[in-house]
Antibody
Framework: QVQLVQSGAEVRKPGASVKVSCKAS????????FHWVRQAPGQGLEWMGI????????VPAQKFRGRVRMTRDTSTTTLYMELISLTSEDTAIYYC????????????WGQGTLVTVST | QTVVTQEPSLTVSPGGTVTLTCALT?????????PNWFQQKVGQAPRAVIY???NKHSWTPARFSGSLLGGKAALTLSGVQPEDEAEYHC?????????FGGGTKLTVL
């Protein structure tokens, strides 16, 4: 069965960076693309960007350009999202979500990773 | 700036029918925006329920249906159950990016 298992909660100070992982299993890794989505406390969902695991091509949302890096490790079928220059406004739950490549169909989501930015 | 709007909150009685909508400030929503709908219960990750405006996933309850209605994407729940109480998010593909609506909190009361 398809599983997307994310790394555990993180606490960072302002100005630091954080790297969240999303381990995928139960299907052919390269046949799907992945999105990163975040949700600040009490807020809606916010799309951060997309990565294609087959070639590593990543396109961040305009808001996050220059501050987010999305990568993958095909040997471990794991996706990574690194966010730098953190501020308190980056406190949120970060999710990975799968889309069938070129289908515009979102299906499975990771369980989420809480990132807290605090002094 | 592209804005996707949803009703902030709706209330429905058990067994009733409710329609949630998803609108674009720049014009009508069509199938070309590939509307996706997600259900999110308190403390849980979102769960996909509708894709391509009208299509259900294998796990989507039959009482959920998606449509394009009056220039908006719509999610209709017929015969609402208490377990349908949740936040519902729509997602549109716009200008090589994806944009979420603000979410609708659905209360079953």
């Amino acid at each position: 069965q398809v599983q997307l298992v994310q790394s555990g909660a993180e606490v960072r100070k302002p100005g630091a960076s954080v790297k969240v992982s999303c381990k995928a299993s139960g299907y052919t890794f390269n046949r799907y693309v992945f999105h990163w989505v975040r949700q600040a406390p009490g807020q809606g969902l916010e799309w951060m960007g997309i990565i294609n695991p087959s070639d590593g091509t990543a396109v961040p949302a305009q808001k996050f350009r220059g501050r987010v890096r999305m990568t993958r490790d095909t040997s471990t079928t794991t996706l990574y999202m690194e966010l730098i220059s953190l501020t308190s406004e980056d406190t949120a739950i970060y999710y990975c979500a799968r889309e069938g490549a070129g289908t515009y169909i979102y299906d499975y989501w990771g369980q989420g990773t809480l990132v807290t930015v605090s002094t | 700036q592209t804005v996707v709007t949803q009703e902030p909150s709706l209330t429905v009685s058990p067994g009733g029918t409710v329609t949630l909508t998803c609108a674009l400030t720049t014009g009508a929503v069509t199938s070309a925006y590939f509307p996706n709908w997600f259900q999110q219960k308190v403390g849980q990750a979102p769960r996909a329920v509708i894709y391509g405006a009208t299509n259900k996933h294998s796990w989507t309850p039959a009482r959920f249906s998606g449509s394009l209605l009056g220039g908006k994407a719509a999610l209709t729940l017929s015969g609402v159950q208490p377990e349908d109480e949740a936040e519902y998010h729509c997602l549109l593909y716009y200008g090589n990016a994806w944009v979420f609506g603000g979410g609708t909190k659905l209360t079953v009361l």
